[in-house]
């Protein structure tokens, strides 16, 4: 499950492959024209409108690789690196940023790719960047307070406005058509030409309707979570889907035998965990099948991995949820942990057994009853699974 770094890729080899693919990325923005500050502030000046049209496009194709690989289980969103927004500093600094632009010719990525293909104009508009750097760092307690304000954290967009990832990338995918269609109509008014920006050749249609099976596809790929959910509210469902039981009895006898195969998966709340941890059990919730670090106790070879919840349509859907990420050896505990209270922890030794099967089950009941409380006493709760992994500081 990604990002690959540090797990697949370490944190040195990331910089080397960063350099590469800056360097390849270089040489496809000069290939592509964008070396030509005539070109870059064409975007401002209406003659040309490639820019716009190629960092969209890029943006798009970003946006729906994270939407399908979250949605395939292969990418751990939470581990995504998110630019915290300042507002006010990211007003001036998108003014600062335009009007340097416009003057220069040059964004700081195109004006290194000019600089090494020999322009001149792009070297000094490198040394006028880092003396910006410079200042802006030098004099960095004059307006670090107004760096800092109007701090809004890691947000993104759809969670603002309320909405489900899958429409917000519908209607972005839209407004690229939209304004790839309108900047056509300026670029033509501008630049003279008097054929219509669109027309109804097989080209065209073909690319419209890519553009719209695109953002209609936004719909096929929701959040792999939101799916799942979605999914186990028909009990009808839930009831009929195969899964492996563990009994009340088993679960104390493998307990009490101390069988190091045995994983206890807590979904309960951390309250509830708190108050009656059961020994070497782990407090798990639904979010950490999706994430990159906690799911690894899930996949351990050799494993029973046993999931408990207050009742067991709860461990039901849990486990299904599990099962579709791709989880083996998960068992729920029949009843869920309210029965094995009542059946071990609980245990009335007034029942007349009936038979010998009987006998000897409340035999092993009146036993469990009295050692297990002592081995949730002394048990130290382990709690929820420990995070080592951070998110990769980056971004443009």
């Not at 270089?26 to 716009?52: H, N």
């Not at 206890?264 to 709340?269: A, M």
């Not at 081995?375 to 995070?387: A, L, Q, Y």
Request: hydrophobic share 45%; glycine share 10%.
């Amino acid at each position: 499950m990604g990002p690959l770094v540090p797990d697949v890729i370490s944190n040195d080899l990331n910089f080397i492959i960063a350099l590469v693919i800056g360097v390849a990325f270089g040489a496809i923005l000069e290939q592509a024209g964008f070396s030509t500050s005539k070109k870059l502030v064409g975007l401002f000046y209406g003659y040309d409108f490639t820019v716009l049209r190629v960092f969209f496009t890029a943006g798009l194709v970003a946006m729906f690789g994270i939407i399908m690989l979250d949605h395939w289980g292969y990418l751990d969103v939470n581990l995504i690196y998110i630019n915290p927004t300042f507002v006010g500093a990211a007003i001036a600094g998108g003014l600062i940023m335009g009007l340097g632009f416009v003057i220069g010719g040059f964004c700081p990525g195109t004006s290194v790719c000019a600089a090494a293909i020999g322009k001149i104009d792009a070297m000094y508009f490198i040394l006028g960047s880092v003396l910006g750097i410079l200042i802006f760092a030098e004099g960095y307690p004059l307006w670090e307070d107004f760096y800092k304000a109007y701090n809004f954290g890691g947000i993104r967009i759809f969670d603002t406005f309320g909405i489900s990832q899958s429409l917000f990338a519908f209607i972005l995918t839209s407004i690229a058509l939209i304004a790839f269609w309108a900047t056509s109509i300026i670029e033509n008014k501008v630049n003279g030409v008097e054929k219509p920006a669109i027309r109804f050749t097989p080209y065209y249609l073909g690319l419209t309707a890519v553009g719209i099976f695109i953002a209609i596809s936004a719909f096929m790929f929701p959040p792999k979570k939101a799916g799942l959910l979605e999914m186990v509210e028909n009990l009808e469902f839930v009831n009929s889907y195969p899964l492996k039981e563990i009994t009340s009895d088993e679960l104390a006898y493998r307990m009490m035998e101390g069988d190091k195969k045995l994983q206890i998966f807590d979904f309960r709340t951390s309250d509830e965990y708190r108050k009656q941890s059961l020994p070497n059990s782990i407090l798990f919730s639904i979010d950490n099948f999706f994430e990159k670090e906690p799911n690894r106790f899930l996949s351990l070879a050799n494993r029973t991995n046993v999931f408990i919840a207050n009742d067991e349509i709860e461990e039901r859907k849990i486990a299904i949820i599990a099962k579709e990420l791709g989880y083996n050896n998960i068992k729920i505990l029949s009843g869920g942990i309210k029965t094995f209270n009542k059946l071990i922890l609980n245990f009335d030794n007034t029942q007349t057994p009936q038979n010998k099967v009987e006998q000897t089950t409340f035999a092993f009941r009146e036993k469990a009853s009295l050692v297990i409380p002592e081995m949730i006493k002394n048990n130290k709760p382990k709690g929820g699974v420990e995070k080592k992994l951070k998110r990769v500081v980056g971004g443009c």
